[in-house]
């Protein structure tokens, strides 16, 4: 659901507040103790994509409800019509499911307690309205936009924070009834009660904020028929039985005016449980506009989603350790919700490639995560056109990554340019070929013979060692002029990884190939 102007200004509110906090969080807050049936949601607006603050929060519950054998519902917030983004909320649940984190119950898979889209949910907010209303705790509104932004426009100009002055909440039963005959556009507002009393937050501790103090009664349901986030979401969670609510801390200053709205339905509220803002590396806030902070523009990269899980958690807190590495099934097993502290998380992007090269090997060494990632460089080797089927074996692939795997940061990597080699057979040109000396050509018949006598598997140490022997050898030719030759015969680039390295990565039988293609050529040539 998208903020409002007020939230943004309760925001700093929230944040002076966190000094005072933090001191008194570890004497009010206890290890959490969790009981009963446990059901968290994650509540996006598709009014955007999917981006890495929305993707932590996501994680978060669908960590929890994990560890404590719940379930972790995905409920779309689609109230505001005039918002919405075109296939956004069908994306949204795409990255859930391509970042391991899947939903129990959403407007995809179902489930007892959807449907899990507000637009479809509408009767039950008119009729809660309607509730508050006859109970008194709600009251129809007539007041004009124009009189509203002439409110606002008067607090500005007198240094005072907007507010609505509550006119409408002193209207008689009978001015009311005559407004409503006339047909005259008005909306449902929320009665703020002095005297909240505080409540117990997961990660802030004993949280006070009396609201009807600094704030004006809240619109509950809009002109168009459509509720507000504070009518939605508590009638939402109430019918959908979640029993903990982890939101971001911007909705901290909101929670007591949503505490209200409980006790006046006579609901039992959820667990509240606020987790502090992600934010850029200098404290800064992470900017959508910026545009690659949305989870499709990391896949569409070839960032790993285990990369992304790790990076988001490795910033901020809620784990009995915090090491670069770990998978989804080792965050559940460490997380520890008394751990999670109300500083920011500091999230340093630039440490990303190392992340995902960390998650990338550990890819290759699963034997079912490498048959994956060998069928996706398949299909991109296919797509090149690569003429040079052999490439597409399954075992030299397999090869080819168990020796690049910790060198190479992302998959897409071993496919650039200076890896052409593996996958595209060098060509020579006739004055490379014609530079070949003789003493050159018995280096290469050399190495053939080198590795048709090895019974053991190519490693990179043996080879090495044989190659500096038979240079030594060749009385005529320096090392450096050995390998650059070497080098040549093998991939046609003069740089690269050792040509020890290429050779085990090749294998015997492209090896073979390779030199014997040189040595036809200089024999013809």
């Known amino acids: 659901m998208q903020l409002t102007h007020r939230c943004f200004q309760c925001l700093a509110a929230v944040r002076s507040h966190q000094v005072k906090l933090r001191l008194k969080t570890a004497a009010t807050r206890s290890c959490c103790t969790v009981q009963g049936e446990v059901r ?76 899990y889209l507000q637009s479809q949910r509408l009767h039950l907010y008119s009729q809660t309205a309607q509730q508050l209303v006859e109970s008194g705790h709600a009251y129809y509104c007539f007041c004009s936009s124009q009189r509203l ?28 009834q005559e407004k409503l ?11 703020l009660e002095a005297g909240v009393e505080p409540f117990q937050d997961l990660i802030f501790g004993r949280y006070h904020h009396d609201v009807a103090q600094v704030e004006g009664d809240p619109v509950v349901m809009k002109a168009d028929g459509f509720p507000t986030y504070h009518l939605a979401n508590i009638v939402d969670d109430h019918y959908m039985r979640i029993s903990h609510v982890l939101r971001g801390s911007e909705w901290l200053i909101s929670t007591p005016k949503h505490l209200l709205m409980y006790d006046a339905l006579g609901w039992q509220p959820p667990t509240f449980g606020h987790l502090p803002l992600l934010m850029n590396k200098d404290g800064s806030k992470l900017s959508k506009r910026q545009g690659d902070i949305f989870i499709q523009s990391f896949q569409r990269d070839g960032v790993l989603p285990e990369a992304l899980l790790d990076i988001t958690t490795n910033c901020g807190s809620g784990f009995n350790t915090n090491r670069i590495g ?99 057979r060098p060509s ?7 530079a070949l000396t003789t003493e050159a050509q018995h280096i290469a018949s050399s190495v053939l013979k080198l590795i048709a006598e090895q019974d053991e598997e190519l490693t990179v140490e043996r080879l090495s060692k044989d190659l500096k022997t038979l240079a030594k050898q060749s009385k005529a030719t320096k090392y450096r002029e050995v390998m650059k030759l070497l080098r040549l015969a093998l991939s046609g680039l003069q740089q690269g990884p050792s040509v020890a390295e290429m050779m085990v990565c090749l294998g015997r039988a492209e090896i073979s190939h390779r030199f014997q293609k040189l040595l036809l050529l200089s024999e013809t040539d």
């Open 40 to 115: 968290v949601r994650f509540a996006p607006s598709p009014t955007g994509f999917l981006h890495l603050g929305g993707l932590r929060t996501a994680l978060y519950n669908y960590i929890f409800a994990k560890k404590y054998g719940g379930s972790f519902v995905l409920r779309l917030e689609d109230t505001d019509q005039s918002r919405l983004v075109p296939g956004a909320a069908e994306s949204i649940e795409d990255m859930l499911e391509w970042a391991g984190v899947p939903p129990d119950e959403s407007p995809r898979r179902g489930g007892s307690l959807g449907p």
């Open 326 to 424: 770990r998978r989804i099934d080792e965050l559940i097993s460490e997380f520890n919700p008394s751990k999670i502290t109300t500083h920011s998380a500091l999230l340093d992007l630039e440490k990303l490639p190392e992340f995902n090269r960390i998650h990338l090997q550990r890819r290759v060494e699963d034997v079912d995560q490498c048959n994956l990632l060998i069928r996706d460089l398949q299909g991109q080797i296919q797509q090149a056109e690569i003429q040079d089927k052999e490439v597409l074996h399954e075992d030299y692939i397999r090869r080819v990554l168990h020796h690049r795997k910790g060198h190479i940061t992302f998959l897409k990597e071993i496919l650039s340019p200076a890896y052409s080699y593996l996958w595209v």
């Open 428 to 434: 020579f040109s006739s004055q490379q070929v014609a």
């Open 149 to 176: 932004d002439l409110l606002k426009k008067e607090a500005l100009r007198t240094g005072q924070t907007p507010r609505y002055d509550n006119r409408c909440r002193h209207l008689r039963a009978e001015q009311v």
């Open 181 to 191: 005959d006339q047909g005259v556009p008005h909306v449902i507002r929320f009665r």
